[in-house]
């Protein structure tokens, strides 16, 4: 029984050792940057489509009058644009 327990947690660590791996290597050929927490007290913005909170180095800005608006992504982006257009 200890043995049975013993093998199936080596397969949990060596499964999720791969995941990670493969994951990796993923983020790496998808060309973002990659994730990062920010320290603490970093600024960051609100997406104001779908409410993600983003660092403002890394997301995608509009021009509206004279505020900048920041979104997580071009998708957002065009929401926003199609809702106010």
Not at 37 to 49: C, I, L, S
Request: net charge positive; charged share 20%; with cysteine.
């Amino acid at each position: 029984m200890i043995r049975l327990a013993l093998v199936l947690l080596l397969f949990v660590f060596i499964a999720r050792t791969f995941w990670r791996a493969f994951d990796g290597i993923l983020e790496g050929l998808s060309g973002r940057p990659p994730r990062t927490t920010p320290q603490r007290g970093t600024h960051m913005v609100r997406d104001p489509v779908c409410g993600t909170f983003i660092l403002p180095g890394q997301a995608v800005t509009l021009a509206d009058g004279s505020r900048r608006m920041y979104f997580c992504s071009t998708n957002c982006r065009d929401k926003y644009r199609a809702r106010t257009a």
